[in-house]
T-cell receptor
Framework: EPEVTQTPSHQVTQMGQEVILRCVPI?????FYWYRQILGQKVEFLVS????????KSEIFDDQFSVERPDGSNFTLKIRSTKLEDSAMYFC???????????FGSGTRLTVV | KNEVEQSPQNLTAQEGEFITINCSYS?????LHWLQQHPGGGIVSLFM???GKKKHGRLIATINIQEKHSSLHITASHPRDSAVYIC??????????FGKGTKLSVKP
C-alpha cells in the first residue's frame, strides 16, 4: 500500500537553529498538509498546500515557518530560529482530493533543547 | 470552546466488550474522519464518512449530520485495539480539526 514517508523520524536541535522536516507524499496525491502535536495535546493544523502554493494556513503558521515542494516529490517544512515550544511531533499528510481520505506519515519528533 | 468534543476521554474495557466512542462538533463540515493513534505516535485513518454508516471488520462508524454527532463502535474488543481514537472533522478547505482523542485500553 502506498505510504507517506517522513524523515528524519527524530531530530534534536539547539534553540535558535533552523530545521527542515521532509516528507514524500503519495505520488498521485495533489493536496499536502502539515500538522503538529505537542506532547499530551491534540493534533493541530499548520498548513495546506495545493498546486504549488499554500491554500490555507493556521495562526500557528507564522513567519517562522515555510513550506516548499522543491522537486515535485518532496514536501518540506522549514522552521527558522527554533524555540523550545516548537518541540512536537510533526505529521505530513497527503490526499488525492479534498473530499477523499488522508494518508498520514509516521511523523517527525522534533526536540528543541 | 473546542469545536470537536469527544467522550469519554479515557475508556477501559474487558476483552470482548462492545465499545462506543462519541464525537460532537459545532462547525460546518464536509466529512468526518475517525483515526487511530498508537503509542509510537503514528496516525492511521480508519474511516472517512459524510453520511450514514460504514463498517470495516469489527469497526463501525456512524454519523448524524443534522445532530452534528458521530460514533465509533468496536465489537468484540481485543487488547490489540488499545490505542487513542481521534475524531477529526474536514473543513471546506480540506484541512482537519481534531478532537482531543479517546484513550482506549482493552484488558485481557
Amino acid at each position: 500500500e502506498p505510504e507517506v514517508t517522513q524523515t528524519p523520524s527524530h531530530q534534536v536541535t539547539q534553540m535558535g537553529q533552523e530545521v527542515i522536516l521532509r516528507c514524500v507524499p503519495i505520488s498521485n496525491h495533489l493536496y499536502f498538509y502539515w500538522y503538529r502535536q505537542i506532547l499530551g495535546q491534540k493534533v493541530e493544523f499548520l498548513v495546506s498546500f495545493y498546486n504549488n502554493e499554500i491554500s490555507e494556513k493556521s495562526e500557528i503558521f507564522d513567519d517562522q515557518f515555510s513550506v516548499e515542494r522543491p522537486d515535485g516529490s518532496n514536501f518540506t517544512l522549514k522552521i527558522r530560529s527554533t524555540k523550545l515550544e516548537d518541540s512536537a511531533m510533526y505529521f505530513c499528510a497527503s490526499s488525492p482530493d479534498r473530499d477523499y481520505g488522508y494518508t498520514f506519515g509516521s511523523g517527525t519528533r522534533l526536540t528543541v533543547v | 470552546k473546542n469545536e470537536v468534543e469527544q467522550s469519554p476521554q479515557n475508556l477501559t474495557a474487558q476483552e470482548g466488550e462492545f465499545i462506543t466512542i462519541n464525537c460532537s462538533y459545532s462547525v460546518g463540515i464536509s466529512a468526518l474522519h475517525w483515526l487511530q493513534q498508537h503509542p509510537g505516535g503514528g496516525i492511521v485513518s480508519l474511516f472517512m464518512l459524510s453520511s450514514g454508516k460504514k463498517k470495516h471488520g469489527r469497526l463501525i462508524a456512524t454519523i448524524n449530520i443534522q445532530e452534528k454527532h458521530s460514533s465509533l463502535h468496536i465489537t468484540a474488543s481485543h487488547p490489540r485495539d488499545s490505542a487513542v481514537y481521534i475524531c477529526a472533522v474536514v473543513r471546506s478547505q480540506g484541512n482537519l480539526i481534531f478532537g482531543k482523542g479517546t484513550k482506549l485500553s482493552v484488558k485481557p
